[in-house]
T-cell receptor
């Protein structure tokens, strides 16, 4: 069964500092990988996704993620964090089976940004 | 293009009642998936509908059901509500293929008293 692990429940960074959120997955083949962000009381907004090709993926709001097959990781990075980035971040993996579209989510990482 | 809409946004019910939640996907999207989000269990897949057919179902009891209409709008129903059903229920829509991105609505916050 597929699974996603986000080892950091809560991270605090200073505004302007760099950010890296960790994500490790377990899946039998090359998965589809996603990062979503959720602000309080809101739904999920897609930041970026990886299906194939270049392992460094650029997303919205200045975020990027790198797929490392050897480490089963898909870490999210941002060079300079803004106060508006405070939110909860979810890594998710999707199956390759065209008949199934269920996403498996990690438990999330809550990001706090200090002024 | 309008995003995924979910109604109602907030709902309060008592144990034993039933509830119906509605989701309107992005125009042109034919797949609708439902997820439950709770502090304890996180985000869990409920089911997915495509062309009015349930294509996939998560590990939830039969009290949770859904359907999709010909216009791709979807409803989910929870019967005999339990306290543990209190959650944010998220709907996501996508075009058709498994590679298509799922776009999420704002969710319906269900509180069971």
């Amino acid at each position: 069964a597929q699974s996603v692990t986000q080892p950091d429940i809560h991270i605090t960074v200073s505004e302007g500092a760099s950010l890296e959120l960790r994500c490790n997955y377990s899946y039998g083949a090359t998965p589809y990988l996603f990062w979503y962000v959720q602000s309080p009381g809101q739904g999920l907004q897609l930041l970026l996704k990886y299906f194939s090709g270049d392992t460094l993926v650029q997303g919205i709001k200045g975020f990027e993620a790198e797929f490392k097959r050897s480490q089963s990781s898909f870490n999210l990075r941002k060079p300079s964090v803004h106060w508006s980035d405070a939110a909860e971040y979810f890594c998710a993996v999707g199956p390759l089976d065209t008949g199934r579209r269920a996403l498996t989510f990690g438990s999330g990482t809550r990001l706090q940004v200090q002024p | 293009k309008a995003g995924v809409t979910q109604t109602p946004r907030y709902l309060i019910k008592t144990r034993g009642q039933q509830v119906t939640l509605s989701c309107s996907p992005i125009s042109g999207h034919r797949s609708v998936s439902w997820y439950q989000q709770t502090p304890g269990q996180g985000l869990q897949f409920l089911f997915e509908y495509f062309s009015e057919t349930q294509r996939n179902k998560g590990n939830f009891p039969g009290r949770f059901s859904g359907r999709q209409f010909s216009n791709s709008r979807s409803e989910m129903n929870v019967s005999t509500l339990e306290l543990g059903d209190s959650a944010l229920y998220l709907c996501a829509s996508s075009l058709a293929l498994s590679t298509d991105t799922q776009y999420f609505g704002p969710g319906t916050r269900l509180t069971v008293l």
